[in-house]
């Protein structure tokens, strides 16, 4: 089972391009299980035309522990399996906890061996790398990590906290920083930018994805690019970025 965690700054569209990542491992036949942990409970939103899914945190403060997988799981796209942690109700409660409650809970209900996914994906908000939220970078969970970013500003300042997260566990057998993807926002010397940024944290940029009408296009429709606009150049870029992420994790795709 390959364990990623993909973090980075809210609004960089992460869960728009982790989305698509598992899509384009579905369309491969691949079982993924894709794990939002941010307390809006939106990662999933493009994988199943659901308006609202329980999420982990609302079932144990409802139901205790009364609750078991058919509750916690939608089936998406092409079987992707789709979690999310939720968290606290707003002005109460530790966001960063929630996720740690919402992960342990998975595993003692048995998740990962009931579904049995060949590839998990952590979908984390990058805002904020406390206890709660460095969760699944931790020995266990992920196994990689990738940070996705564009050359704005707080991107890039969220990007190397991130980083330096990742640099402080290196030494207790916790996950690798994989590498950089920059999802581009044509800001002024955008590439430069992050290529300082890898450079300064001993990383590289795996991959460049366009800003692209075409992702806002099929995000109206509730949809993946991989699903809406399946010939797109944007759904190329994805499934190229998919592909390079399991060969980082050392699998090739066709061998899932």
Known sequence: MIKIAVYGKGGIGKSTTVSNISAALADRGIRVMQIGCDPKA??????????????????????????????????????????????????????????IVALEKLKEKGAYEVYKPEVVIYDVLGDVVCGGFSMPMRKGYADKVFI??????????????????????????????????????????????????????????????????????AETLNKTVIEAFPDSDMAKQYRKLSEIIMRICGKETSCL
């Open 42 to 99: 939106d990662s999933t939103v493009l994988l199943h035309d659901k308006t609202k899914v329980n999420t982990v945190l609302e079932l144990v403060r409802n139901n205790k522990n009364s609750f078991n997988l058919n509750d916690i799981v939608t089936i998406g796209y092409n079987g992707v399996i789709c979690v999310e942690a939720g968290g606290p109700n707003p002005g109460l409660g530790c966001a960063g906890r929630g996720i």
């Open 148 to 217: 996705i970013t564009s050359g704005e500003n707080m991107a890039i300042h969220a990007a190397a906290n991130i980083a330096m997260a990742i640099d402080n566990f290196k030494n207790r057998g916790y996950a690798d920083l994989g590498g950089i993807i920059l999802n581009k926002r044509n800001v002024k010397n955008e590439y430069e930018k992050v290529s300082e940024l890898v450079e300064d944290i001993h990383s590289e940029i795996v991959a460049t994805l366009d800003r692209s009408e075409v992702v806002q296009e």
